[in-house]
């Protein structure tokens, strides 16, 4: 088939890169990369370092409000479809490139491939959340990564052309972290990015969400930081470029013993989760990276469309919201003072993550223009 893929943010990089060459291999696949992250530590650096080819199309659309984005988004990418006429679009995840590329898609009659379609938060605040509805409804072939998402599209409606294929971060991530679990691998990104922090004696934190960036939510995600940061614990925040941009808007100040960095590539991210303490973070990939690897994962969101790694006592993430008591007392719990360090560095010893054959299945299912067999009904 000729494929069109659309991407746009980190995120959607890092699963192109864990499809692309299978979806190469058995198809003629033509990459566009709509521009909406921008920034060298953002997007540009993910294509050496994951291998990735170079889009073939760059439409350079970053910045702007989530309409204005879109919009922008949908009339480059029209004639571009006209013209590559593919038998088929390809959009991953939830973002205004995921929407437009369905949008730009469906309204020319191209039959859309949805990957990691079905996940929901229900929560329609969400930018994300209208995005994976509409994309969801206008696919073709829903690509699911779990039983859960496969239930959820049920429930709407949809069950012609769901495939459970499982989850393509996975597979990367069981290539990248055999690569990244020795202690010399932390040594030398704490060097490189100049930190005192040794295994199992930081934590490590990420925060994007546009919900995390009133001012109010700043206010206390930043008081929560404060809270378990410690001397000889630093929290060590990758900082979104959009984050950093909302902090220095409000005026706000982190606290002591949180130290900023940039935001990293996949390598260095995978690592310094690996040997964390434990993990701070509103991101859904961050989380699921950090239930792979075992690492304890607080998660400062109220909801998760990732419902697997929250089941219980024993699953590795925990829904912490903005509660500061919440955070004291799962870091406590999960990942005690005097422990952490033996903890982080037997979980790098022992870690054994097996590639489950996501991407092999997704570009299996795109052999013919016709919807794949229907399940779950
Ligand atoms: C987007 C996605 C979100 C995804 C996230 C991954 C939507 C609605 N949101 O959020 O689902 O989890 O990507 O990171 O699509 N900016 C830069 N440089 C960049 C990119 C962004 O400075 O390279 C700043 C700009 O001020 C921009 C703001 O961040 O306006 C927000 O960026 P945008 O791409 O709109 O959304 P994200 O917050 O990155």
């Given at each position: 088939?000729?494929?069109?893929?659309v991407?746009?943010?980190?995120?959607?990089?890092?699963?192109?890169a864990?499809?692309?060459?299978?979806?190469?291999?058995?198809?003629?696949?033509?990459?566009?990369?709509?521009?909406?992250?921008?920034d060298?530590?953002?997007?540009?650096?993910?294509?050496?370092?994951?291998?990735?080819?170079?889009?073939?199309?760059s439409?350079?659309?970053?910045g702007?409000?989530?309409?204005?984005q879109?919009?922008?988004m949908?009339?480059?990418?029209?004639?571009?479809?006209?013209?590559?006429?593919?038998?088929?679009?390809?959009?991953?995840?939830?973002?205004?490139?995921?929407?437009?590329?369905?949008l730009a898609?469906?309204?020319?009659?191209?039959?859309?491939?949805?990957?990691?379609?079905?996940?929901?938060?229900?929560?329609?605040?969400?930018?994300?959340?209208?995005?994976r509805?509409?994309a969801?409804?206008?696919?073709?072939?829903?690509?699911?990564?779990?039983?859960?998402?496969?239930?959820?599209?049920?429930?709407?409606?949809?069950t012609?052309?769901?495939l459970?294929?499982?989850?393509?971060?996975?597979?990367?991530a069981a290539?990248?972290?055999?690569?990244?679990?020795g202690?010399?691998?932390?040594?030398?990104?704490?060097?490189?990015?100049?930190?005192?922090?040794?295994?199992?004696?930081?934590?490590f934190a990420?925060?994007?969400?546009?919900?995390?960036?009133?001012?109010?939510?700043?206010?206390?995600?930043?008081?929560?930081?404060?809270?378990?940061?410690?001397?000889?614990?630093?929290?060590?925040?990758a900082?979104?470029?959009?984050?950093?941009?909302?902090?220095?808007?409000?005026?706000?100040?982190?606290?002591p013993?949180?130290?900023v960095?940039?935001?990293?590539?996949?390598?260095?991210?995978?690592?310094?989760?690996?040997h964390?303490a434990?993990v701070?973070?509103?991101s859904?990939?961050i989380?699921?990276?950090?239930?792979?690897?075992g690492v304890?994962?607080?998660?400062?969101r109220?909801t998760t469309?990732?419902?697997?790694?929250v089941?219980?006592?024993?699953?590795?993430?925990?829904?912490?919201?903005?509660?500061?008591?919440?955070?004291?007392?799962?870091?406590?719990?999960?990942?005690?003072q005097?422990?952490?360090?033996?903890?982080?560095?037997d979980?790098a010893?022992?870690?054994r993550?097996v590639q489950?054959?996501?991407?092999?299945?997704?570009?299996a299912a795109?052999?013919?223009?016709?919807?794949?067999?229907e399940v779950?009904t």
């Open positions: 088939m000729r494929i069109v893929s991407v746009g943010t980190r995120p959607q990089l890092i699963k192109v864990a499809l692309q060459p299978a979806l190469r291999r058995d198809h003629e696949d033509i990459f566009v990369d709509t521009g909406q992250h921008y060298d530590a953002m997007a540009g650096n993910f294509f050496a370092e994951l291998g990735l080819a170079r889009p073939d199309h439409l350079g659309i970053g702007g409000g989530h309409g204005d879109t919009g922008r949908l009339i480059a990418l029209e004639p571009l479809l006209l013209d590559a006429s593919p038998d088929a679009v390809i959009v991953y995840g939830d973002t205004n490139s995921t929407l437009a590329g369905a898609a469906a309204k020319l009659g191209i039959p859309v491939a949805h990957v990691e379609a079905g996940l929901r938060s229900f929560d329609r605040r969400m930018p994300e959340e209208i995005n509805v509409v969801d409804h206008l696919s073709t072939w829903l690509f699911a990564p779990t039983p859960a998402a496969v239930a959820n599209l049920a429930t709407e409606g949809i012609a052309g769901v459970e294929v499982g989850d393509l971060m996975f597979d990367l290539r990248i972290s055999a690569e990244v679990r202690p010399a691998v932390l040594a030398a990104i704490a060097s490189r990015l100049n930190l005192a922090i040794s295994t199992g004696r930081y934590l990420t925060v994007h969400r546009a919900e995390n960036r009133s001012p109010e939510a700043m206010a206390a995600w930043t008081a929560l930081f404060e809270a378990v940061a410690l001397p000889d614990r630093p929290v060590v925040l900082l979104h470029p959009g984050t950093r941009i909302a902090l220095e808007t409000a005026h706000i100040v982190l606290p013993n949180v130290i960095i940039e935001p990293q590539g996949y390598r260095t991210s995978l690592a310094l989760q690996l964390a434990a701070l973070t509103d859904g990939g989380q699921r990276e950090s239930a792979w690897l304890p994962c607080l998660v400062l109220d469309e990732w419902v697997e790694t089941g219980g006592p024993d699953s590795s993430a925990v829904l912490v919201g903005l509660d500061r008591s919440a955070a004291i007392r799962e870091i406590d719990a999960r990942a005690p005097g422990q952490s360090a033996r903890q982080a560095t979980r010893a022992g870690l993550v489950a054959g996501a991407a092999e299945r997704i570009s795109l052999v013919s223009a016709e919807p794949p067999v779950g």
